[in-house]
Every structure is written in structure tokens, then in C-alpha cells.
């Protein structure tokens, strides 16, 4: 599938149509989705609707946005009027919402043609899209593994070209993940710039929206529109955002430093990630990057400090979902054992398991050994990226410890499910913004990602530097054979 400048180009010198675009589009979802499983619902006829809009003003002579007209996907945990926002779990079966999330308005404004919702490891929680209540995605290089998780349905739909861009949402690692596992860009943009109105919560202090893609500019012409300050959300920054895409150059900016993180290359890397992680490090200084060695030392603290404080925040974020004004109610007696029945048959496993982790650190007597201790080691992961960015502009590590692994593999080992998040957590703890972009393949024609993290609000840069390396080399331009 051609990115968003030459479906753009397409369109305003009149070679396709949009509904053609959005035709030969569905017709793809419709012969991938058997092998794929990337949706929870599709939307053609709305789809085909918007396409109609964008061409009627095209023909008015009206000028249209980059995004006019582009196929994409949206995680199913934003709110879409209209349309069933499940999350995944049985809990909110047949849920339709009665108002739009900010990014999703933003899109259709802009005439981006929904294809539909996408799946997802149930209420974002997991890292495999194994959890989800509905169905289980499977990655387009090999159908037998997972696409990562818990935006695997937005990250497969992208390496299958059954769309051009998708939004997923980021809370450990959900974007940056399933982009390494499925070659695609995926990114995690700062805390707070993004809205999350509309967002259904698992953790609020962590949770972001952002962008997949198969190339840096399409990830960057995405971001550029859903970013902007938003009322509706009381963790809307009000800051200036640049044109990311306009700012893409072919050369890094001079000067550049970048820091090797020390701690991100110890046990349980696989040796051909690391190999292939050291290679990129390699040819970024090939490209004229200052390249050192940075340490971190409370990175490891991540992973605990993340399963005690996203729990907490989902065991009072989940609390809603009782039975009683929304989604699915059990019979019972009466009120206390239809909310035991209904959370009992709604939630599913791991999401029960977080709750109870969360609940448990929140009650009396173990807050402030649990809860309140985490967000003091929080405070010191944040503390280690500050000092490491008094020294470096970007910070490199592996996105995830090793390939997809195969359905099944992990599904009965939570803790070894939870490793694939260890190098993604720590910058959502820190609030910063991250990318994964491919950087190779194993011996079995598995993507490998790379993560670059930069500070605070320098998306520009992150965006920058990525898409120089992604110029520079090929991974980009690969593509699964389906």
C-alpha cells in the first residue's frame, strides 16, 4: 500500500478516487481478515461514506489535508458514537458509545476513511493480544505467532496493508512493542500530548494514544493530527506543536549524541536482537552520531514498579463496570450478586489477576508498602532519564527482549508474559516519548525493533533522527508475504 503523500498525490491530481482507495481497501480486510483476525468490526459502508465526502470536495475544488481519504484502523478502547467499543472483553459486549473520543474527531474531520476497530488484549491489559475475549490476531511474518500486544490488532492490520496508519494506545509498551514484532513503526508520543478523552482508562497516569505506520513521515503526519491541547481532558498539555513532518530532513542534526542505555543489554536479551540492535548503533555513528555509553540504574526497577502502580490505577479504573448502566449483566437475586456474577463472567483472567494486584496494593496497611513506595522508585526511574539527557539528545535500546513468540507460548508463565515489556515500561513511568523502528530480522524472518527515547516533548527530534536511519537503510521497505 502506498504511504500518505502519494495517496494524497493521487487524489488532488485525480489518478484514484477515494472511494476506489477505500474499495480496494476493504476489499483487502475482507480476503486478509480469515488469516489476519486484526478486527473486531468493520465499517464499510461508513468508510465508503467519508471516501464519498473527500471526492465530492475534490470535485468542488476544495483543497484536502494529508489525511483526506487515507484508509486506517482504530484501536477498539476509543470511543467511537455509533459504533461497539468493546475493549476486548466480554464485560462491554454490544457497548455502543454515545459520544466520539477527541482523536477520533480529530480524524474525521480531517476525512480519514475508518475502516473499522481493531483488536486488543482486553482493556489494553497483556502483551500478546492472546487476552482479548473475541479472538486472537496473528502476526502477518509468521500466522502462527503473536503481533505483540496490547495493540496487536492495530499493528497487524498495518504490516498486512490492510490499512496505511492505525492509532493504538501506549500504557507499558502496547505500541512500541507490537510495532517491533510486526516491522512496523509504532510510537508513544509525551504524556499528556495527546487527549485522552474518549480513551477507555486501564492506567490514566500511563495511558497514550499514538500512531503505527510503515515509515517515520506517515507515523509523523499522523501524530501532527491528533496532537493539541484538549479541555475535556485534565492531562492535556498546553504547548506548541510543530509540523513533525515538514521538519524531516535527510541528515541527522549536527552534533548529535547519542546514549547506549547499559542496563537494556543483560540477561534474557536474545542474542540476535542484541546483535542487531549493536549493528543500527553501528550505522548511526557511521552517520555522524557522537555514540556513549549511558547507565540507568534504576531501569530494571520498572517492570515492579509498573505491576504495582497500572494495577492500582485499573482496580479503581475498572470498578465501573458493575452491570448496572452498561454492558453485560448477569442474572442474580440481587444487586451484590449480580455485580460478583457480572464482573465474575465479564472480566477475564488476566484482568482479574491486575485487579486483584491492584486492589491488594491499594487497602489498608499495604499502600504505603506498595503503592506509595513504587511511585517514590518512579520518581527515581524519571530522575535517571533526566540526568541521562543532561548528557545525551537520544537515548537507544532494544524494544523488546527478543521476536514474537508463538500463540501459546507464554500464555500459562504471566511473568515471563510481562518481560516482553522491560525495556518499553520505564518511559511511560518517566512520561516521555518513545519509537520503535525495525532495525532487522532473526533466522526466522522475525522483525527486530529499535527503540529511540528523547525528552520530554521532542517528538521533533525523536522523529527526526528515526526517520534519517530509516532513510539510510532497507528494513523499512520489506514486507510480509500473505
Not at 543489554?265 to 542484541?274: K, Y
Not at 520505564?426 to 529511540?452: E, H, R, T, W, Y
Request: aromatic share 8%; with cysteine; net charge negative.
Amino acid at each position: 500500500m502506498a504511504s500518505i503523500r502519494e495517496l494524497h498525490h493521487q487524489l488532488v491530481t485525480k489518478q484514484r478516487s477515494a472511494v476506489e482507495i477505500a474499495t480496494a481497501a476493504i476489499d483487502r480486510v475482507e480476503q486478509l481478515e480469515p488469516k489476519l483476525r486484526s478486527f473486531l468490526c468493520t465499517t464499510p459502508t461508513q468508510a465508503l461514506e467519508q471516501a464519498r465526502l473527500v471526492d465530492a470536495k475534490i470535485a468542488a475544488g476544495e483543497e484536502i489535508g494529508l489525511l483526506a481519504g487515507i484508509p486506517i484502523a482504530l484501536k477498539e478502547n476509543m470511543c467511537t458514537q455509533g459504533i461497539a467499543t468493546t475493549c476486548g472483553s466480554k464485560i462491554l459486549e454490544g457497548f455502543v458509545p454515545p459520544y466520539e473520543s477527541t482523536v477520533t474527531q480529530k480524524l474525521k474531520d480531517l476525512g480519514a476513511v475508518s475502516l473499522g476497530k481493531t483488536n486488543l488484549d482486553e482493556f489494553a491489559m497483556g502483551s500478546s493480544t492472546e487476552n482479548s475475549a473475541y479472538q486472537v490476531t496473528a502476526n502477518p511474518w509468521d500466522l502462527e505467532r503473536v503481533p505483540g500486544g496490547s495493540s496487536g490488532g492495530s499493528a497487524a492490520a498495518v504490516a498486512g496493508s490492510e490499512c496505511v496508519v492505525s492509532l493504538g494506545s501506549d500504557t507499558g509498551g502496547s505500541i512500541r512493542q507490537p510495532a517491533s514484532f510486526c516491522g512496523v513503526v509504532g510510537l508513544k508520543p509525551t504524556y499528556g500530548l495527546v487527549s485522552r478523552f474518549g480513551l477507555v482508562a486501564y492506567a490514566s497516569s500511563l495511558d497514550q494514544i499514538g500512531p503505527f505506520a510503515r515509515t517515520v513521515e506517515d507515523a509523523a503526519i499522523l501524530l501532527e493530527a491528533i496532537v493539541g491541547y484538549d479541555p475535556k481532558d485534565s492531562t492535556s498539555l498546553k504547548v506548541e506543536t510543530p509540523k513533525y513532518s515538514q521538519l524531516l530532513t535527510p541528515d541527522l542534526p549536527k552534533g548529535l549524541k547519542i546514549g547506549i542505555i547499559t542496563e537494556t543489554f543483560g540477561e534474557g536479551l536474545d542474542p540476535q536482537v542484541a546483535e542487531s540492535v549493536r549493528q543500527s548503533i553501528k550505522h548511526f555513528r557511521s552517520l555522524g552520531a557522537e555514540i556513549q555509553e549511558i547507565s540507568c540504574p534504576r531501569f530494571r526497577y520498572g517492570l515492579p514498579t509498573y505491576y504495582v502502580i497500572a494495577p492500582s490505577e485499573a482496580s479503581a479504573n475498572l470498578a465501573r463496570y458493575d452491570g448496572v448502566k452498561y454492558g453485560f449483566r448477569a442474572e442474580a437475586d440481587n444487586l451484590m450478586s449480580m455485580y460478583t456474577k457480572t464482573r465474575a463472567a465479564g472480566f477475564g483472567a488476566e484482568v482479574k489477576r491486575r485487579i486483584m494486584l491492584g486492589t491488594y496494593a491499594l487497602s489498608a496497611g499495604y499502600y504505603d508498602a506498595y503503592y506509595l513506595k513504587a511511585q517514590k522508585v518512579r520518581t527515581l526511574i524519571k530522575q535517571d532519564f533526566e540526568a541521562a539527557f543532561s548528557q545525551v539528545d537520544i537515548l537507544i535500546t532494544p524494544t523488546a527482549p527478543t521476536t514474537a513468540f508463538k500463540a501459546g507460548e507464554k500464555t500459562a508463565d504471566p511473568l515471563s508474559m510481562y518481560l516482553s515489556d522491560l525495556m518499553t515500561i520505564p518511559v511511560n513511568l518517566a512520561g516521555l516519548p518513545g519509537i520503535s523502528i525495525p532495525c532487522g530480522f532473526d533466522d526466522k524472518g522475525m522483525p527486530i525493533g529499535l527503540q529511540l527515547i528523547s525528552n520530554v516533548l521532542r517528538e521533533d527530534l525523536l522523529l527526526q533522527v528515526a526517520h534519517v536511519y530509516e532513510q539510510s537503510t532497507t528494513w523499512h521497505t520489506r514486507s510480509p508475504q500473505l
